[in-house]
């Protein structure tokens, strides 16, 4: 099951906490000496404002923190002797947020007004007495608050770190493998199947000029070797794609299909739509979908013309690649790696793929590619 699933959101915490502080400041505000009449009910009132403010602590902290602020010089005023819970809170957030200076400022504003508030609105000889306590426990508190902001923001920030340390050593561990891989595969396949390519073409190309048949499992050899060969050289040039390469994208596909016009298949790019960006990973696959598609084109269908659409729908895009080759087994992709590493591009991205022979002649192409929740 999925741990973030059970996780409670922060806001359903945010209130919770608020109002749990309002009905303490309330009851503790009511259960002591209080005034009455219209003062009981403006103390009341900013008790539970100062509590219920802290919903917002969050995403404001600097403005709950002073809302807090005026709430309890004003309950104080108004002589309900109740500590600042609300405010010690706000300024647990502000400082968690990193405004210690801030924090550090309004208090000592705060804790000379609660002061001289004491001061005026007590009565007898004892309110100095009174005053000083009262300052010493909100000081007190005060720092708790600071301390435990501080010490929070620390353990977020170390953890922070921690994080992008074990993803930076989880990338390079995985680009080390990769490098590792493309050079074993360079050393121990690509030698080999250099070999069997150079070879089968040199025995075809005797055969052909002495005039004899070329067997067709010869033919099969040679244009194995040239399929292995492309393959492992894309696959080669896959592992060893970094971020220091920017890999190709939709941007690339009116290079690439200027390109292949260089080789007499005349190819058109068609553009529906409103192009808007999408996804990395869309725009990966759509470029390795139409070098595929192409690439098979002008190697087995003997066609002369070709045609890519690129067509921006509302959260798809569309990818259409058609030809006026030959639709036969050897003019449509063969569901070896170059099909398969399309089906599975698409799939990988939730879309769909979809190859099949033109009734018109040729062949037919199409990937719908899903452009949200792809990264």
Known sequence: MDKRRLAVPARVTDGAIAVGVA???????????HPAGGRELLGSALLAAGGLALAARRRTPLMVMAVTGLCAAGYQEVG?????????????????????AVALAASVGLLAVLHLT????????????????RSTLELAWLI????????????????????????????????????????????SLTHQISVIKVQSEVAVHVARRRGEQVPEALLAIQEAGREASRELRATLEALRDDD?????????????????????????????GNPHPVPAAVGRTA??????????????AAATTASV???????????????????????????????????ERVTALGGRLHTEPRSAGGFTVQAELPTNGAS
Not at 250 to 266: A, F, M, S, Y
Not at 287 to 294: A, C, D, N
Not at 315 to 333: E, F, M
Request: neutral net charge; aromatic residues 4%.
């Open 23 to 33: 009905a303490l400041m309330l009851g503790t505000g009511l259960a002591g000496p």
């Open 80 to 100: 309900f002797d109740v500590l600042a819970v609300s405010y010690l809170v706000a300024v647990y957030g502000a400082v968690r947020a990193g405004h210690r």
């Open 118 to 133: 004491a001061l005026v609105f007590q009565d007898g000889t004892a309110r100095e007495v009174v005053a000083q306590a």
């Open 144 to 187: 708790a608050a600071f301390a435990a902001g501080e010490a929070v923001r620390q353990a977020e920030r170390r953890a922070d770190e921690a994080e992008r340390t074990r993803e930076e050593t989880a990338r390079r561990r995985a680009d080390e493998e990769r490098l590792r891989i493309a050079r074993e595969l360079h050393d």
């Open 244 to 272: 220091t390469t920017p890999p190709h994208g939709l941007d690339h596909i009116p290079h690439l299909v200027r390109r292949l016009q260089t080789t007499g298949l005349e190819t058109t790019l068609t553009i529906e």
């Open 287 to 300: 470029y390795r979908i139409v070098q595929e598609s192409l690439t098979n084109v002008t190697r087995h």
């Open 309 to 343: 659409l690129v067509d921006y729908r509302p959260g798809t895009l569309t990818i259409r690649v058609d030809d006026n080759g030959k639709a036969t087994s050897h003019s449509a992709p063969t569901p070896g790696l170059g099909l398969l590493g399309m089906r």
